[in-house]
């Protein structure tokens, strides 16, 4: 059984920084396309970032393109979106997600394994 639990999240000012991690259990994690998607209250589901499978390719939502990096050790089986220069409309439910399929994809609906999320609060 795969299982996703995430960490790192937590309460920071504007402009500063986080790291998120996501520990993935189970022997396949090389083959797992990753993503980070995140939630408010009342809001759909939004994707943040993917990482393919050998963490060569990535790829983000226009909004946190040059402030959040995500990246994929196989070695540990974890994946990170590191998170700079933070904005309070960054502030959300962070949640890590596994795919067996090989593309990167936005969309929530192909992303096969999900953890519980972690926090995120900006204050301005």
């Known amino acids: 059984q795969v299982r996703l639990v995430e960490s790192g999240g937590g309460l920071v000012q504007a402009g500063g920084s986080l790291r998120l991690s996501c520990a993935v259990s189970?022997?396949?994690?090389?083959?797992?396309?990753m993503a980070w998607f995140r939630q408010t209250p009342g809001k759909e589901r939004e994707f943040v970032a993917a990482?393919?499978?050998?963490?060569?390719?990535?790829y983000y939502r226009d909004s946190v393109k040059g402030r959040f990096t995500i990246s994929k050790d196989n070695a540990k089986n974890t994946v990170y979106l590191q998170m700079n220069n933070l904005r309070p409309d960054d502030t959300a439910v962070y949640y890590c997600?596994?795919?067996?399929?090989?593309?990167?994809?936005?969309?929530?609906?192909?992303?096969?394994?999900w953890g519980r999320g972690t926090q995120v609060t900006v204050s301005s």
């Open positions: 997600a596994g795919d067996r399929g090989a593309t990167m994809t936005s969309r929530s609906g192909p992303y096969e394994y």
């Open positions: 189970g022997r396949t994690f090389s083959s797992y396309t």
């Open positions: 990482v393919a499978r050998t963490g060569g390719s990535t």
